[in-house]
């Protein structure tokens, strides 16, 4: 690991803060789904959690040829197929704290994701031929042989303030924040013609990184506590049992740095840039099961587990650049494509 991911771990460990289960609230004298009782039956407690994330990735028009086609007298003829990177599954992780203010149900939380995830994508056509979607301007459209591969690294920081209403089996927290995030991808396509030895590469790289409000919340019910009450002898299973769901919504202004590099038979024919502010939102959604219940280990009071479904969706969010005619050179767009990163979110904590 490297020294910086360290520090970044060490750092949000420190500093990082997450919020109470609803018996915690409870115990803090948030008896009341409408206000939190004035008497103070807590002295504060912090929080600290770490999440095993197993995510895969899909962005929108990262298509890089149309296989099937067979080149009859000049004529591309034949059912093509739209050829798409394989969707790979990769490991990240998440890294929070937080801390419940005593003699009330407010709380400050902050977390850190990082994620890698890497997609490749190939086909060959000895006996047909390939149709280019990514090609150069200045190259061929019909190919024999194409090699793709799709690097992301997606990093995020979250700071929020939330306030909890909890009733005996229920709670449900609003909260509101800042999000920062940083987001690198490069995009790499060969294309090789068996036939003549004609090659040309496209090279793509698409930087942003932003910062926003971000508004959501977060329930939990404990609705399987009547088991244990009904049949005592599987009360310490149960007993914190619980279903949850977790939505919230960022609005990023941020700044897109955008390349791309083709070469043909060993000459850079194109070596553009673009760099442009924008706001771009993400949308994010989390539900699952999840079970805490209290222990006396040394100095922790409660722990708890969760296993969910997790996605981010950023609208738009690919801005690569792709160009539509050999005859007019210039003539570009940026691709404009949904982003999602989806997954199993395996959460692990501890409340001291």
């Given at each position: 690991m490297r020294l910086k991911n360290l520090i970044?771990?060490?750092?949000?460990?420190?500093?990082?803060?997450k919020n109470a289960d609803a018996n915690d609230w409870m115990d803090n004298g948030c008896f009341s789904s409408l206000a939190c009782q004035s008497s103070c039956m807590g002295c504060g407690q912090f929080?600290?959690?770490?999440?095993?994330?197993?995510w895969t990735t899909r962005e929108d028009g990262v298509a890089f040829a149309i296989s099937g086609l067979e080149n009859f007298l000049g004529v591309l003829v034949g059912p093509g197929t739209v050829k798409n990177l394989e969707r790979r599954w990769n490991t990240g992780f998440r890294v929070g704290a937080g801390y419940l203010f005593p003699c009330s149900c407010w709380d400050i939380y902050a977390d850190y994701i990082r994620f890698f995830n890497k997609s490749h994508g190939f086909n060959s056509a000895p006996n047909g031929v390939l149709f280019t979607t990514f090609g150069p301007p200045f190259g061929e459209d019909?190919?024999?042989t194409v090699n793709a591969d799709k690097h992301l690294r997606y990093q995020i920081a979250d700071i929020e303030l939330g306030f909890t209403f909890a009733a005996t089996d229920f709670y449900f927290r609003p909260f509101a924040g800042v999000r920062g995030a940083w987001i690198h991808e490069t995009y790499d396509i060969f294309y090789f013609s068996i036939s003549d030895d004609f090659s040309q590469s496209v090279f793509n790289k698409q930087y942003f990184k932003g910062v926003g409000p971000r508004i959501?919340?977060?329930d939990q019910w404990f609705c399987f506590n009547w088991l244990g009450n009904c049949f005592p002898c599987v009360n310490c299973i149960v007993n914190g049992l619980n279903l949850f769901a977790d939505a919230a919504v960022s609005l990023l202004w941020g700044h897109f740095n955008v390349s791309r590099r083709d070469i043909v038979n060993g000459t850079a024919v194109v070596?553009?840039?673009?760099?442009?502010d924008t706001v771009k939102p993400l949308f994010e959604v989390r539900a699952g099961v999840g079970w805490d219940n209290y222990v006396n280990w040394c100095f922790?009071?409660?722990?708890f587990v969760q296993a969910a479904f997790e996605c981010h969706l950023f609208l738009k969010h690919n801005q690569m650049i792709r160009f539509f005619d050999v005859n007019f050179p210039g003539t570009f767009a940026n691709i404009n494509g949904d982003l999602s990163l989806y997954g199993l979110t395996v959460t692990g904590g501890v409340i001291f």
């Open positions: 970044w771990i060490v750092l949000t460990l420190a500093l990082l803060v929080f600290v959690e770490g999440d095993l994330l197993y019909l190919e024999n959501g919340f977060d070596d553009t840039a673009d760099h442009f922790l009071s409660r722990i």
